[in-house]
C-alpha cells in the first residue's frame, strides 16, 4: 500500500482532527433537520453528523456542535419540543441546503432565507421542508452529549413516527436511487451524489 502517516489524536488540533475525520468519513448524509421553537418560529438547519442507526424501531440521529456552551437551535428546539423532522436533500435542493446553513439571529427563518416552503407535519409540529422530495417525522428518544468536560457535541436520537415520500421516487416501499437523486457531504465544499453507483451480492456460506 505504500508508506503512510499516524496520527495520534492527542498531537492534532481541533481543526486538524476534523480536517482528518470529515474527509475520510465520506459521503456522509445529510439531515436536513426541522425544529420549532416554544412560539412556534421553524428552524431548519443542515447536519452531515447524521445517521439511520436503527429499523426496530426506525430511528436516526444528527449531532449539533456546541460551542462555548452555547447550543444550535436545533438541538434547544428539539430537546425542549421532543420532535424533529429529518429531510433529505438532492440535487434539486443542495443549494437551498446550503443557504439554510447560514448562521441567523434565533428566532429568524431559515425557510425565508433559503426561498423554501415549511410544510406542516401530521404526527408532530415540527415542520418539514415542502420542496424534500422525502421527510421524516421524528420524536426525541434520547440526547447524549459528547465530550466532558466540557460538553462538545449533544447527539440527538428520534424514532421515525411517520414517513412522507414523493409517488415519483417510490416503488412500493422500494426507492428509485435515480429519481430520489440524493447528496452527501465530502469535507470542505464538497458534496458527492449518488449517480455511479454498482451492486455487490451478500456471499452466501455452505
Not at 438547519?45 to 426506525?58: D, G, K, R, T
Not at 437551535?73 to 439554510?100: H, I, P, Q, W, Y
Not at 411517520?162 to 415519483?168: E, G, I, M, Q
Request: aromatic share 8%; glycine share 8%.
Amino acid at each position: 500500500m505504500g508508506p503512510r502517516t499516524s496520527f495520534a489524536t492527542a498531537d492534532l488540533d481541533q481543526v486538524d482532527r476534523y480536517k482528518l475525520l470529515t474527509g475520510l468519513v465520506v459521503p456522509r448524509p445529510i439531515g436536513w433537520i426541522g425544529t420549532a421553537d416554544p412560539d412556534g418560529r421553524p428552524n431548519l438547519a443542515p447536519y452531515s453528523f447524521f445517521q439511520a442507526v436503527a429499523s426496530n424501531p426506525p430511528t436516526v440521529l444528527f449531532s449539533a456542535g456546541v460551542f462555548n456552551g452555547h447550543e444550535k437551535d436545533s438541538l434547544v428546539n428539539a430537546r425542549t419540543s421532543g420532535e424533529f423532522t429529518c429531510n433529505l436533500v438532492d440535487g434539486a435542493t443542495a443549494k437551498a441546503m446550503n443557504a439554510s446553513s447560514a448562521e441567523l439571529d434565533r428566532g429568524e427563518s431559515e425557510f425565508d432565507f433559503a426561498g423554501l416552503t415549511p410544510d406542516s407535519s401530521i404526527d408532530i409540529a415540527a415542520p418539514r421542508v415542502a420542496e424534500a422530495k422525502a421527510s421524516l417525522e421524528c420524536r426525541v428518544t434520547q440526547i447524549i452529549g459528547i465530550g466532558e468536560p466540557p460538553t462538545t457535541n449533544a447527539v440527538v436520537f428520534g424514532e421515525v413516527v411517520r414517513f412522507h415520500v414523493a409517488d415519483a421516487v417510490l416503488d412500493g416501499t422500494r426507492i428509485d436511487f435515480d429519481a430520489l437523486d440524493a447528496i452527501g457531504r465530502l469535507a470542505g465544499d464538497g458534496y458527492a451524489t449518488t449517480r455511479d453507483r454498482f451492486d455487490l451480492r451478500r456471499p452466501t456460506v455452505d
